[in-house]
């Protein structure tokens, strides 16, 4: 799939007002677990038009469905008619050294608020079910941050497209 | 998803395809559980190679029968995982913890 044409981002960026935060996709669903696959398939879609590699287009959609499941089990108790709202942004900021195009995605669930105990992750030497979403939602994304406001809780996640390696030997 | 399963001898091997997500997770759960643990069948074999992407619920499952089978002395067996399967267990460490295979004659075999 051929990376996403700079008129369209242009425009998406025109119709937000803000060059640097264009709105590229946004999603409201219900908390039913039948939709991930369909979410999956739109982050797959557009990390792939977006320019990601293999490996990151396949490290966001893991991310993304690991927030969703964990709004849906946690934040919801598995209730499959509560709102979510996911919000897909272009943002430019820095990957490593460098400064990079990236995606942001904005996920808000109005469940309770989350306490910093439920953020921590178990350790992973421990071989027992459970308790891995959270870690591969770090070791996927760029940045990974939570807030709540105004009754909503919102997980930003973020991932900047890595240039590709050049072969120095050619 | 679906999943189906499959007699050899002393061995059931279920065949899987599809996603497994939060939607569906439980199923693979119950149906390795009673297997395991109720039918206490001496190997359980999972065919993976039709399933393109699992998620943390899903390697959930598979660990709990994992944990099931040692817990009865029995073998717990997974082969054909796609690119996406072996990084999420890669990326919980439990890659070397399962009995992992790349087909089923070599996973019959082993």
Redesign the interface.
């Known amino acids: 799939m051929k990376s996403l044409d700079p008129a369209r981002r242009a425009k998406a960026k025109e119709r937000n007002g803000d060059s640097s935060r264009a709105l590229l996709l946004r999603m409201e669903l219900p908390s039913d677990?039948?939709l991930?696959?369909a979410v999956?398939g739109a982050v797959e879609r557009l990390t792939e038009s977006f320019g990601f590699s293999e490996?990151d287009c396949?490290a966001v959609t893991?991310a993304v469905?690991?927030a969703l499941?964990n709004i849906?089990?946690h934040s919801y108790k598995g209730r499959p008619d509560q709102p979510i709202e996911v919000f897909v942004r272009a943002v430019h900021g820095q990957n490593s050294a460098e400064p990079s195009e990236g995606l942001e995605f904005l996920l808000c669930d109005r469940g309770p608020s989350i306490e910093d105990a439920q953020l921590c992750m178990r350790a992973?030497?421990e071989?027992?079910?459970?308790g891995?979403?959270l870690?591969?939602i770090k070791?996927s994304m760029d940045i990974v941050e939570y807030k709540r406001a105004n009754g909503t809780n919102r997980l930003r996640l973020v991932k900047f497209v890595r240039a590709a390696k050049q072969d120095v030997s050619s | 998803m679906q999943i189906s399963s499959r007699q050899l001898d002393k061995t059931t091997i279920f065949d899987v395809s599809g996603d497994i997500d939060l939607a569906n997770s439980p199923v693979i759960r119950k149906a390795l559980l009673r297997e395991v643990k109720e039918i206490r069948t001496p190997r359980v074999v999972m065919n993976l190679s039709k399933v393109r992407y699992i998620d943390s619920s899903g390697v959930a499952s598979l660990v709990e029968g994992l944990k099931a089978s040692r817990d009865v002395g029995s073998r717990f067996i997974l082969f054909g995982l796609s690119t996406s399967a072996r990084e999420v267990l890669q990326l919980s460490r439990l890659l070397k913890i399962f009995e992992v295979y790349d087909n089923e004659e070599q996973a019959l075999a082993g």
């Open positions: 677990p039948s991930l696959c999956r490996p396949r893991r469905d690991e499941t849906i089990r992973l030497e071989v027992k079910p459970g891995l979403g870690h591969f070791q």
